[in-house]
């Protein structure tokens, strides 16, 4: 069973920067894909960014070269970078996992944190 704890979200003007963490309970987090996702009003959940137990990650395109995903296995916790923002990444941002998978998919992970909100003004 993993736990998933999300913190970091806020608001922010457009062109700055925030860093959401996602603090994992569980003693096989470096054994999972850690991914976020995020939910805009009136819109489906999307895929963000992921990085797998390996350290091999992947992006959205909307986000590749503003966001950075990492991960401290350490701390149990993944991160996640975003700079330049823009109106429109306001959306709720959650953190997910799965063993070893690392993809796209959101049915694909088993865990889900609650989410935090990123507002970003124009």
């Known amino acids: 069973q993993v736990q998933l704890v999300e913190s970091g979200g806020g608001l922010v003007q457009a062109g700055g920067s925030l860093r959401l963490s996602c603090a994992a309970s569980?003693?096989?987090?470096?054994?999972?894909?850690m991914g976020w996702f995020r939910q805009a009003p009136g819109k489906e959940r999307e895929f963000v960014a992921a990085?797998?137990?390996?350290?091999?990650?992947i992006y959205a395109d909307s986000v590749k070269g503003r966001f950075t995903i990492s991960r401290d296995n350490a701390k149990n916790t993944v991160y996640l970078q975003m700079n330049s923002l823009k109106p429109e990444d306001t959306a709720v941002y959650y953190c997910?996992?799965?063993?070893?998978?690392?993809?796209?998919?959101?049915?694909?992970?088993?865990?889900w944190g609650q989410g935090t909100q990123v507002t970003v003004s124009s």
């Open positions: 990085i797998g137990w390996s350290g091999g990650f």
């Open positions: 569980g003693r096989t987090f470096s054994s999972h894909t």
């Open positions: 997910a996992a799965v063993p070893y998978y690392l993809g796209t998919m959101d049915t694909k992970y088993n865990y």
